[in-house]
């Protein structure tokens, strides 16, 4: 039966040093939060304005693609 309190001691012990320690990190784990939430949305950001420079790109190279004539044909040469 000692055998058993002493193990339950240690857990307890154990237990309580576990709690302690996340009242401790607590505000570091709110931080890196509420970091992770600011560089998602700053990635989400970087995205969409991707997106609408490659969708800007691809006008131009089927503008280009579309173009009838060569270069030389529209060049006034003398």
Known sequence: MET???EC???GGLFQAIV???KCSYPVWEDFSAKATKLHSQ???TVLAAVA???AFQKVADMA???R???ASRCVCE
């Open 65 to 67: 693609t579309n173009t």
């Open 20 to 22: 302690n320690d996340m």
């Open 9 to 11: 001691g240690a857990l």
């Open 69 to 71: 004539g060569t270069w």
């Open 53 to 55: 420079f490659l969708d």
């Open 43 to 45: 990635l989400r950001t």
């Open 4 to 6: 058993v309190e002493k």
